[in-house]
């Protein structure tokens, strides 16, 4: 158990607040947020979004010892990742979309991410810079070259103090190696590989070399018209740089060892949970399909999000997970009216908390749901600029599914379809989150009292 979390209360777990108000992206199509993501201290937090931008975050370094502003954070650094590219050869736009970030652990005092769109992952460096150097022989003061004739005395450069800058630089560019869309980037506990993964193929990365990568898991039929399933997630266990685990848009998760065989295609575990007869229907393969994948922090379950439920799995037992939990249920009648407007087809991802006893995941209307795994409590809680006063408390939403309405609820007939939460991310050691809801960002902090 994280120290700082402990075993989270019913006045720590529902009671959230709005840390200062809302953090607007931009109003444009290309402000909508992709991805959120926490540094591994929880110092830093990134989005991308759909025009292909990063913005990182930095906690208020004097919020820390004041309890009741401990989540306030602001902008630290904003560049553009990914540019749109068009591919000649087969007349495909790629466009420059942030799919996924990840951190890699502070090894000085720079801050190293990843970052990839559909085809291109990048490596980018974050520093710091507050001196600049002066007194240069061979250059002027702006820089240009002076004629060597002239110097008749040599000075030590110096550095001066200015204002400080933080500078983005790209590191390594890994691309040509993806023929459909990457949905998937996972760091290995090894630091030293990555792996990226898309539809039906899963390349591992040697962050030194950039030119080449090794396919580890390849699903694409010889006849393309016998597929029957995509690779939907992929991360890497948390601490055995051997083992990773990939999901499928059939509902399954594979485990894979790759001491066992240099070409994963034969998986070591398979978690796969009997469909009930009675509640098969048309829309049963497409709410099975598992939009994420998580490993535990311990390395022990892995966490799974398809279209209505998330479920929690024990490596230890593959023929049906140990936990399920009801993220909308009352959306099982609206799915023939979902799959036509495409909301069926929405990918929603899933977070632990740093001690891995509660879940978080996303809905519709703005709503997102935490699950308590020690007392099986859950709550609905709702991100909008209505009640984003700083330090205003969340009240717990309930939805009607039908006969008489009481005055706190909402029908499930008024919800707003457009206005969904698919990203979210916790703090890994206190409780804070960020939730991304369409191009604006909240961060919420637990109640103190």
Same mark, same amino acid.
Not at 168 to 173: D, G, L, N, Q
Not at 242 to 267: P, W
Not at 308 to 317: A, E, H, Q, S
Not at 400 to 421: A, H, P, T
């Given at each position: 158990?994280?120290?700082?979390?402990?075993?989270?209360?019913?006045?720590?777990?529902?009671?959230?607040?709005?840390?200062?108000?809302?953090?607007?992206?931009?109003?444009?199509?290309?402000?909508?947020?992709?991805?959120? *993501?926490?540094?591994? @201290?929880?110092?830093? +937090?990134? @989005?991308?979004?759909?025009?292909?931008?990063?913005?990182?975050?930095?906690?208020?370094?004097?919020?820390?010892?004041?309890?009741?502003?401990?989540?306030?954070?602001?902008?630290?650094?904003?560049?553009?990742?990914?540019?749109?590219?068009?591919?000649?050869?087969?007349?495909?736009?790629?466009?420059?979309?942030?799919?996924?970030?990840?951190?890699?652990?502070?090894?000085?005092?720079?801050?190293?991410?990843?970052? @990839?769109?559909?085809?291109?992952?990048?490596?980018?460096?974050?520093?710091?810079?507050?001196?600049?150097?002066?007194?240069?022989? +061979?250059?002027?003061?702006?820089?240009?070259?002076?004629?060597?004739? &002239?110097?008749?005395?040599?000075?030590?450069?110096? +550095?001066?103090?200015?204002?400080?800058?933080?500078?983005?630089?790209?590191?390594? !560019?890994?691309?040509?190696?993806?023929? %459909?869309?990457?949905?998937?980037?996972?760091?290995?506990?090894? %630091?030293?590989? %990555?792996?990226?993964?898309?539809?039906?193929?899963?390349?591992?990365? $040697?962050?030194?070399?950039? $030119?080449?990568?090794?396919?580890?898991?390849?699903?694409?039929?010889?006849?393309?018209?016998?597929? @029957?399933?995509?690779?939907?997630?992929?991360?890497?266990?948390?601490?055995?740089?051997?083992?990773?685990? %990939?999901?499928?848009?059939?509902?399954?998760?594979?485990?894979?060892?790759?001491?066992?065989?240099?070409?994963?295609?034969?998986?070591?575990?398979?978690?796969?949970?009997?469909?009930?007869?009675?509640?098969?229907?048309?829309?049963?393969?497409?709410?099975?399909?598992?939009?994420? !994948?998580?490993?535990?922090?311990?390395?022990?379950?892995?966490?799974?999000?398809?279209? +209505? &439920?998330?479920?929690?799995?024990?490596?230890?037992?593959?023929?049906?997970?140990? *936990?399920?939990?009801?993220?909308?249920? /009352?959306?099982?009648?609206?799915?023939?009216?979902?799959?036509?407007?495409?909301?069926?087809?929405?990918?929603?991802?899933?977070?632990?908390?740093?001690?891995?006893?509660?879940?978080?995941?996303?809905?519709? $209307? $703005?709503?997102?749901?935490?699950?308590?795994?020690?007392?099986?409590?859950?709550?609905?809680?709702?991100?909008?600029?209505?009640?984003?006063?700083?330090?205003?408390?969340?009240?717990?939403?309930?939805?009607?599914?039908?006969?008489?309405?009481?005055?706190?609820?909402?029908?499930?007939?008024?919800?707003?379809?457009?206005?969904?939460?698919?990203?979210?991310?916790?703090?890994?050691?206190?409780?804070?989150?960020? !939730?991304?809801?369409?191009?604006?960002? /909240?961060?919420?902090?637990?109640?103190?009292?």
């Amino acid at each position: 158990m994280i120290p700082g979390i402990g075993t989270l209360t019913q006045d720590t777990l529902w009671c959230f607040s709005q840390v200062k108000g809302t953090i607007e992206i931009g109003t444009t199509e290309a402000d909508i947020i992709s991805t959120v *993501e926490f540094n591994h @201290t929880g110092e830093l +937090l990134a @989005t991308g979004d759909k025009g292909g931008r990063v913005v990182i975050f930095q906690r208020e370094q004097e919020s820390k010892n004041q309890i009741h502003r401990r989540g306030e954070y602001n902008v630290y650094s904003t560049f553009q990742s990914h540019e749109p590219e068009f591919d000649y050869l087969k007349s495909l736009e790629i466009e420059e979309k942030i799919n996924k970030i990840r951190w890699l652990p502070q090894q000085n005092a720079a801050y190293f991410l990843l970052s @990839t769109n559909d085809k291109t992952v990048k490596l980018w460096k974050v520093s710091e810079r507050d001196k600049r150097p002066e007194g240069y022989n +061979l250059k002027d003061e702006e820089g240009r070259l002076r004629d060597p004739a &002239t110097i008749t005395t040599l000075r030590v450069p110096v +550095l001066r103090p200015m204002d400080l800058m933080v500078e983005a630089t790209p590191r390594r !560019v890994f691309a040509n190696a993806h023929t %459909y869309h990457i949905n998937s980037i996972s760091v290995n506990s090894d %630091y030293e590989t %990555y792996m990226s993964a898309d539809d039906l193929r899963i390349n591992l990365w $040697n962050f030194e070399i950039t $030119n080449q990568s090794f396919n580890i898991v390849d699903i694409k039929p010889a006849n393309m018209e016998e597929l @029957t399933e995509v690779i939907t997630a992929a991360e890497f266990h948390p601490h055995h740089c051997n083992t990773f685990v %990939y999901s499928s848009s059939k509902g399954t998760i594979r485990l894979c060892d790759m001491r066992a065989s240099a070409l994963c295609d034969r998986h070591t575990k398979f978690f796969e949970e009997p469909e009930d007869p009675s509640n098969r229907s048309f829309f049963s393969e497409i709410i099975s399909s598992i939009s994420d !994948v998580k490993f535990s922090h311990s390395g022990r379950y892995i966490m799974t999000r398809d279209y +209505l &439920t998330v479920k929690v799995w024990d490596l230890n037992m593959e023929n049906r997970p140990i *936990e399920t939990y009801q993220v909308h249920d /009352y959306l099982r009648s609206k799915l023939c009216s979902l799959y036509e407007n495409d909301c069926i087809f929405d990918k929603f991802e899933c977070v632990w908390n740093g001690s891995d006893s509660v879940i978080m995941t996303g809905s519709y $209307n $703005n709503f997102f749901r935490m699950f308590d795994r020690n007392t099986k409590r859950d709550v609905t809680l709702e991100a909008s600029r209505e009640n984003s006063k700083p330090r205003a408390i969340l009240k717990p939403r309930k939805v009607c599914v039908g006969g008489k309405r009481r005055k706190d609820e909402i029908s499930v007939d008024s919800l707003d379809f457009s206005k969904k939460i698919l990203h979210t991310a916790w703090h890994p050691s206190e409780n804070i989150i960020a !939730v991304a809801a369409t191009n604006n960002l /909240y961060i919420f902090q637990d109640k103190v009292n």
